[in-house]
């Protein structure tokens, strides 16, 4: 009996990259327990810009890139590092809430981790909904919020996005407010409004220009003070042959006279 064994790997590969067990939804640990060290270097290729259409709507994450992915991991952390807030409008059919094991205290469908739901090449851009109207995101003490993206190509080849920080004002409106204090329904809370948002891009590479400019100048400097202190060498009279010149020259006067 022949083995399916190209069947077989062809469902682990389409396994391992389902959301629902990455190992880790912390960042810093992807390398060690979740997917491995990357393989890939295309560290400029992908890129997050943070809107709000309106002050009232949810916070709006496009994430671009350049070549075709299996899939995603995105949360929005708090200042103190807690994943908080909830991705309301997203496409149901390529994305969906990740279970990590870092949130076990969370209820049950939950989608503060949004991810993908199978491995099959997905398009650019993605966009996503955050949505900022819970009580994590009002009881945080910081009004800065940063936004993390894991673009995953396939198992062995994904891309961490730095850290796009943004900032919010809470609303509570005074009604909200006066309801809270007279009853024990905890009211509806508004959606904070975007100040200011920061693009997640590549890390900022060295000016090259720059240095080559720089080194030039280096190069320049150098030589020239090398010529310089040639040129002085040259010029420069020996004391004995003045001394000689000098006894000459008084000879000459003095058989003149």
Partial sequence: MRRPIPYLLLFLS????????????????????????????????????????????????TISGRRPFQGLLVQVKNGTGQTVG????????????????????????????????????????????????????????????FAQVMVVLDYDNYHILPE???????????????????TPVAPMLPEVTLIASQPVEKDEEPNTLFLQVFSL????????????????GRTAVNPEEQSKDDTQKISQNTKAV
Wanted: glycine share 6%.
């Fill in 14 to 61: 389409i396994a391992f990259a389902y959301p629902h067990a990455p190992g880790t939804c912390n960042f810093d640990l992807m390398g060690t327990i979740g997917h491995g060290p990357s393989r890939s270097k295309c560290e400029g290729c992908y890129s997050v810009n943070i809107n709000q259409d309106d002050p009232a709507r949810p916070i709006r994450l």
């Fill in 86 to 145: 909830e991705f309301v409008d997203y496409n149901l059919d390529e994305y969906g809430p990740v279970v990590c094991e870092e949130e076990t205290d969370r209820e049950e469908g939950w989608a503060g981790n949004i991810g993908h739901v199978d491995a099959k090449l997905k398009n650019w851009p993605v966009e996503l909904y955050w949505s900022s109207a819970t009580q994590d995101v009002y009881d945080s003490l910081s009004s800065d919020f």
């Fill in 164 to 182: 796009g920080q943004f900032k919010v004002h809470k609303v509570l409106p005074e009604s909200t407010a006066a309801a809270a204090a007279t």
């Fill in 217 to 232: 100048l280096l190069i320049v400097y150098f030589a020239m003070a090398l010529l310089q202190r040639r040129w002085r």
